[in-house]
């Protein structure tokens, strides 16, 4: 079976710091990449996607791809309590047509 | 507030009770999906639709129906469902075009089944 795998956390970071979510994934065929928050009760949202090798940075958030290692990485720079939530890693895997794979998730405590 | 819409947000239901949940998104998407979400776990597929057609069935328990009535609807209707069924449901849709586009996902309805 095709993974993805993320540490389940509580991942606890001091506000004002940086915050850094990694995913790891089976399928080297795998394109594209995206990470989901989602607050307690809420629906997933999407945060970011990247498709090639490199960095990705929109405003606070990083994202990371480095396929030949098979991991994809999210960095939340001067972390807010308000960036509290789960993180779900979801691959969309080598002819897999629409379907993601979902890691099961990081769970993120910004402490005030 | 999302540009895909659930209904009801909340649903209590009774195990000989038949309900349905709604989903509706307007951004001209041609791929809809169903999500089943229990608590911290990953949300879990149940069917894809691609251009109004069921693409993708993941082995659902036939007390769940899908239904695809255009473009923009997506329906799950619900018969006889189980204890074990509470979850949140979540629909999410998503474009088609030119490689693997991102999905989108509603508010969910959050079920219980008494």
């Known amino acids: 079976q095709k993974e993805v795998e993320q540490n389940s956390g509580p991942l606890s970071v001091p506000e004002g710091a940086i915050a850094s979510l990694n995913c790891t994934y089976s399928?080297?065929?795998?394109?594209?990449f995206f990470w989901y928050r989602q607050y307690s009760g809420k629906s997933p949202e999407l945060i970011m996607s990247i498709y090639s090798n490199g960095d990705k940075e929109d405003g606070r958030f990083t994202a990371q791809l480095n396929k030949a290692s098979q991991y994809v990485s999210l960095l939340i720079r001067d972390s807010q309590p308000s960036d509290s939530a789960t993180y779900l890693c979801a691959v969309n895997q080598n002819n897999a047509g629409n379907m993601l794979t979902f890691g099961g998730g990081t769970r993120l405590m910004v402490k005030p | 507030d999302t540009e895909v819409t659930q209904t009801p947000k909340h649903l209590v239901m009774g195990m000989t009770n038949k309900k349905s949940l709604k989903c509706e998104q307007h951004m001209g998407h041609r791929a809809m999906y169903w999500y089943k979400q229990k608590a911290k776990k990953p949300p879990e597929l149940m069917f894809v639709y691609s251009y109004e057609k069921l693409s993708i069935n993941e082995s659902v328990p036939s007390r769940f129906s899908p239904e695809c009535p255009n473009s923009s609807l997506l329906n799950l209707h619900l018969h006889a469902l189980q204890p074990e069924d509470s979850a949140l449901y979540l629909c999410?849709?998503?474009?088609?075009?030119?490689?693997?586009?991102?999905?989108?996902f509603g508010d969910g309805t959050r079920l219980s089944i008494l």
């Open positions: 399928d080297r065929g795998s394109q594209s």
């Open positions: 999410a849709s998503s474009s088609v075009s030119q490689g693997f586009q991102p999905q989108h």
